[in-house]
Each structure stands twice: as C-alpha cells, then as structure tokens.
C-alpha cells in the first residue's frame, strides 16, 4: 500500500479496490489511518471500494452505496450517523404513525429484532423527542443501514 501511495504523488484521486483485504484488524486500522493522513496532507480524493463496513465508518467523509448496479445512496456520513435511527420496543413492534420528517427505512426483523423500526429522521426530531418508557433508541450502525436499504 505504501508503494502505491508513493507511485501515486501526482494523483487528485485515489481509487483503491479492498486494499485491506487480507489484513489482520491491527493493520487494517493502521492502513486506513495512512490512507487517510495521505488525503489529508495531499489533499486528494480516495475512493475505497470494499465490503468491509467497519473499515469505512472510522475513516470516511462521504459514502455511496451501490447495489445491483445502481446507486442507492449518496451521503454525508457524519449526517447519516446522526439521521438514522434504530427505535425498539419490549413487547410489540412500535406504531408506525411518524412524525413530520421521519421516514420508516425498515421494519424487518432481521435487521431491527422483532420489535423495532429502523427510521431516517431529516428533521432532528428524534433526538429531542421523549419516548415512552418500554420503548428504546440507539444509532444504526453503517452495516445495519446498509442491509435495510439493499434487501
């Protein structure tokens, strides 16, 4: 990796297919903490196709999804960590009656548990909102959403 990094001083952008491939998960982190001090310092664009989610949730800025030959999703990572929420509840899946700018992105079980909603909130109202007691809310994570949004 560091031979391409090296091979690649005039580059603007960086296109990397699974670098960590293979790597034990020390190394991983300490590849993608390199790749992402080089963008940094040289002020280049890295784009890191991989499977590997954890990877790319402690080092990206941006994501896209792509699935099936399309994209499914392009954005802001900080925004979408902060937007996407998992909501369960002890005895019954909750209402799904949202609020203004809430969306349902998956009631699935496999994903959410039995009884819990995956919900999009653009409009910040979850953070603030009290919710009943039974009922929990804890952040998706990369994985989870990527699951919801590709099944």
């Not at 990796?1 to 990094?5: I, Q, S």
């Not at 979850?126 to 009943?132: I, V």
């Not at 009922?135 to 099944?151: D, I, N, P, Q």
């Given at each position: 990796?560091?031979?391409?990094?090296l091979?690649?001083?005039?580059?603007?952008?960086?296109?990397?297919?699974?670098?960590?491939?293979?790597?034990?998960?020390?190394?991983?982190?300490?590849?993608?903490?390199?790749?992402?001090?080089?963008?940094?310092?040289?002020?280049?664009?890295?784009?890191?196709?991989?499977?590997?989610?954890?990877?790319?949730?402690?080092?990206?800025?941006?994501?896209?999804?792509?699935?099936?030959?399309?994209?499914?999703?392009?954005?802001?990572?900080?925004?979408?960590?902060?937007?996407?929420?998992?909501?369960?509840?002890?005895?019954?899946?909750?209402?799904?009656?949202?609020?203004?700018?809430?969306?349902?992105?998956?009631?699935?079980?496999?994903?959410?548990?039995?009884?819990?909603?995956?919900?999009r909130?653009?409009?910040?109202?979850?953070?603030?909102?009290?919710?009943?007691?039974e009922?929990?809310?804890?952040?998706?994570?990369?994985?989870?959403?990527?699951?919801?949004?590709?099944?």
């Open positions: 990796m560091l031979l391409v990094l091979l690649s001083r005039g580059c603007e952008v960086l296109l990397l297919d699974e670098p960590a491939d293979g790597l034990d998960p020390q190394t991983r982190i300490e590849l993608y903490q390199v790749i992402r001090r080089e963008a940094n310092d040289r002020n280049i664009t890295v784009l890191v196709a991989t499977h590997v989610l954890s990877d790319i949730e402690r080092v990206a800025d941006d994501i896209s999804i792509l699935h099936r030959n399309a994209i499914l999703l392009q954005s802001d990572l900080e925004e979408l960590r902060e937007q996407v929420w998992i909501v369960e509840c002890e005895h019954a899946a909750p209402d799904a009656s949202l609020p203004s700018g809430v969306e349902l992105v998956t009631a699935k079980a496999a994903i959410v548990g039995e009884n819990g909603l995956m919900l909130d653009h409009a910040s109202v979850l953070s603030s909102h009290q919710l009943p007691n009922m929990r809310r804890r952040k998706a994570t990369l994985e989870e959403f990527f699951l919801a949004v590709t099944s």
